[in-house]
């Protein structure tokens, strides 16, 4: 007869630093969906995801105990996750090419030849009817992947997964501008990527909209 | 403060990172600018969309090639 491992987390960190087997399989377990969740969305491909995952958690296994409990347990761990992704070799051929930069100038909108101010629709409650039919989750998912990894990861950490941007820039070992500006050019990014998709839906509900 | 100021600092709006000072500006810079309320809505629901992204379950066949690997690099000599 085994006992049930520990519940809580911090009591399965510590059961796990202790040499407790099932402690430490019970905090895998607890986080493999996100971890997988994570590098799937970083490289888009199961087999770097395998790679990313059986990386992260060898990490974990390996230097449980070195962990110390000022940093929040999901924070050293994807920190572990991040650099397994970054320096991950990248296999599919569309992928985006690192170091590309964002440029703000090239998303904002322009004021037309007259110096009118740009027309801005508001798609947002179109957004919310979309997720409801299940079709903006794969858009969402295409726009990320189109961005360049350093803003990928940096949209993934703070806005999908929900760290801080303190938290970010300790984890990227960036400085916190730096994960602040990466953030606003990958979510502009994002955002004009999902007008698009409104745009074409509107023009496809309405056939007397304005042509492409 | 300009629709091209604005548009540079929106997500630290959003994010609730800018002062009191500065917020009013924003404030009173989308009281009369419609472009640019439109612009922080659509950014806005872009974030909030991203957090409700669903998590993917990891498949069983690589959940337990996972925990066998694990289970391999854990012994420990005692």
Known sequence: MTATPPRDESALIEASQAGDPRALDELVRRN??????F?????????????????????VVRSIRDFRAESRFSTWLYRIASNACLKKRRRG?????????????????RPDAEGRKPEIPDWSEDAERALLRGELVQQMEAAIDKLPREYKIVIILRDVEGFSAEETADLLKLS????????????????KELSRYFEAEQRLGSPGGEPA | MTCRELFERLSEYLDGELSPDICQEISRHMEGCAPCVNFARTLQKTADLCRRLPTQTLPPDLAASLHTLLTTNRREPK
């Open chain 1, 32 to 37: 493999q969906d996100r971890v997988y969740s």
């Open chain 1, 39 to 59: 590098a799937m969305r970083m490289c888009r491909n199961v087999e770097d995801a395998k790679d990313i995952l059986q990386e992260t958690f060898l990490g």
């Open chain 1, 93 to 109: 051929v569309f992928d985006p090419e690192p170091e590309q930069e964002i440029s703000l100038d090239a998303l904002m909108p």
């Open chain 1, 176 to 191: 916190v501008p730096a994960v602040k500006s990466r953030l606003h050019r990958a979510r502009v990014f994002v955002r």
